[in-house]
């Protein structure tokens, strides 16, 4: 059975520890040598990045976040232990760990460690997939030539690199395919390695809990235990056509996943699929000119977006959070794609006062879908606004003397608010 010390690379036999360096994190596996799909996901990105640029941090749960009032961004693994996780809210995070350091995102310096990982990533290989600025799958394929090692010893070596070029540590997950690697690099949390090779996927998923397929939310999931579906062995006794008229294309998938199927390929050009802002206020509010300005506000961050990516998008999204964090979210499709500040306001506007809910609210927020060239967009004009190709032309002049002047050259009076 082929082996590898991650820590000194060298390729072994199996054993305890590594017979020239001595570590104990050797890594064997019967496919070890043949398997090319990887997920790497660093270990609580965030943190980890504040804890490396100040030591006096070492030692102590930090938790990344937008004030008592937000949410969890992440948490180190000793704010975990207590059971700190992502999205949580604030208050209740600080109820667990009330000795918790927190401390607002930089993401300059997340953007700076991100960049820094990819660019070794693409020493390896040019097949890179990112899912976020601290995840991406690669594929391997074809690579031992080109490193005189396999894939398995050279993402070994990426995680070494990581860790002693940039202070960061990593986990990864081998496998045959990206939905078993992904599932992979969470079992050995942090700074892990782990593989599913292809003879041991059936037995492995067996019984294994389908809301470990990623995607899988809580109403997705609520549907699958209403059918009774709990476990990937439940999966197995559905027909795939019954899995599709129940569940639909999300059925069909999981008739896949259940036999560790998976033929999606890692994509370097993955497409963005929508624009969006949101804010989550100090304290809960109804006041219409509150909503009203934080809402034209991220519809010029949305625009703003949108304008220097040259993207419009067709579909108008509104998201609220009411103070119980009941979520409500509406969205409406354009006769063509947009984006202009004013249009994205005026529709997530028009959706905010069909809802007739009271609020309060602690979160806002508004965005585009449906994403395309920028071509086509605001072309049509509206009928029943013959105002909105004036305003049009005025806020591309108002962009003209923002990008030279700076953004705060020319403010909109309900930007004040």
Not at 2 to 27: E, F, W
Not at 39 to 61: I, Q
Not at 194 to 203: F, K, L, P, V, Y
Not at 308 to 332: C, E, P, Q, W
Request: aromatic content about 6%; overall charge positive; charged content about 25%.
């Amino acid at each position: 059975m082929p082996a590898v010390c991650r820590d000194c690379l060298t390729q072994i036999s199996p054993a305890r520890r590594c017979p020239a360096c001595g570590s104990p994190r050797v890594t064997s596996h019967p496919e070890l040598f043949d398997l090319s799909i990887a997920h790497m996901d660093c270990d609580a990105f965030y943190a980890s990045v504040e804890k490396r640029d100040n030591p006096e941090l070492n030692g102590k749960p930090v938790i990344i976040g937008g004030g008592r009032r937000g949410v969890v961004s992440t948490a180190c693994y000793i704010a975990r232990i207590k059971g700190v996780r992502s999205a949580m809210p604030m208050f209740q995070a600080l109820k667990l760990c009330p000795e918790a350091v927190i401390i607002k995102p930089r993401m300059d310096a997340y953007v700076d460690a991100s960049r820094a990982i990819r660019a070794m990533m693409e020493e390896l290989t040019p097949a890179i997939e990112p899912l976020s600025l601290d995840e991406a799958f690669l594929d391997m394929t074809g690579t031992t030539k080109l490193h005189g090692a396999p894939p398995a010893v050279m993402l070994a070596k990426l995680v070494r690199r990581m860790k002693t070029e940039l202070g960061l540590t990593g986990s990864i997950g081998l496998s045959h395919n990206k939905f078993l690697a992904k599932v992979a690099s969470d079992l050995d949390k942090p700074h892990g390695f782990s593989i599913i090779g292809q003879d041991e996927t059936a037995a492995f998923l067996h019984d294994k809990p389908v809301s470990m397929i990623w995607g899988v939310g809580a109403a997705t999931l609520a549907s699958l235990n209403k059918a009774g579906i709990q476990t990937f062995s439940d999966l197995l006794r559905w027909e795939q056509t019954d899995l599709t008229a129940r569940f639909g294309s999300m059925g069909d998938r999981l008739w896949h996943l259940a036999r560790g199927q998976d033929k999606r390929r890692v994509s370097s050009h993955e497409p963005m699929k929508s624009i969006s802002n949101e804010t989550t206020f100090s304290d809960d509010t109804s006041d219409p000119e509150v909503l009203d300005g934080h809402l034209w506000r991220m519809a010029q961050k949305v625009a703003d977006r949108a304008k220097a990516k040259n993207m419009a998008g067709r579909v108008v999204v509104l998201k609220l959070k009411r103070a119980d964090f009941s979520l409500i979210t509406r969205r409406v499709s354009l006769y063509d794609p947009t984006q202009l500040a004013d249009r994205i306001y005026r529709t997530a506007r028009g959706l905010f006062d069909q809802l007739n809910d009271p609020g309060p609210y602690r979160l806002l927020g508004c965005g585009i879908s449906d994403l395309s060239d920028a071509d086509g967009a605001d072309l049509s004009g509206d009928l029943l606004d013959p105002d909105a190709g004036r305003r049009g032309k005025a806020e591309r002049a108002t962009d003209a003397i923002r990008n030279r002047f700076g953004d705060k050259a020319i403010v909109k009076g309900r930007a004040l608010r």
